[in-house]
């Protein structure tokens, strides 16, 4: 069983930047695909960004192109969301996710940690 927990949320101004980070323990944290998926009040949830195995490939949602980095260290079975730029559209609870599979579901979740951006 993969246990994934949060942590580095908090409150931020507009404009500012919060690093998210993402602990794995249990199962093969190098084979798996690591993602982070927000879900903001009243809204579905829906992805962010994710790195592959190697942390060579990444993937971003639009919306945070260009602001957000993920990152990965499979020696020390985590990954990082580095927020730039951030702006009240980015509150949210952001969960880390872990995906078995080269692709499909996520298999296992974090609790999420909450980012709120004030204006």
């Known amino acids: 069983q993969v246990q994934l927990v949060e942590s580095g949320g908090g409150l931020v101004q507009a404009g500012g930047s919060l690093r998210l980070s993402c602990a794995a323990s249990?199962?093969?944290?190098?084979?798996?695909?690591m993602g982070w998926f927000r879900q903001a009040p009243g809204k579905e949830r829906e992805f962010v960004a994710a790195?592959?195995?190697?942390?060579?490939?990444?993937y971003y949602a639009d919306s945070v192109k260009g602001r957000f980095t993920i990152s990965r260290d499979n020696a020390k079975n985590t990954v990082n969301l580095q927020m730039n730029s951030l702006k009240p559209e980015d509150t949210a609870v952001y969960y880390c996710?872990?995906?078995?599979?080269?692709?499909?579901?996520?298999?296992?979740w974090g609790q999420g940690t909450q980012v709120t951006v004030s204006s």
């Open positions: 790195v592959f195995r190697s942390g060579g490939r990444t």
């Open positions: 249990g199962g093969s944290f190098s084979s798996y695909t």
């Open positions: 996710a872990a995906r078995i599979g080269y692709s499909g579901d996520y298999d296992y």
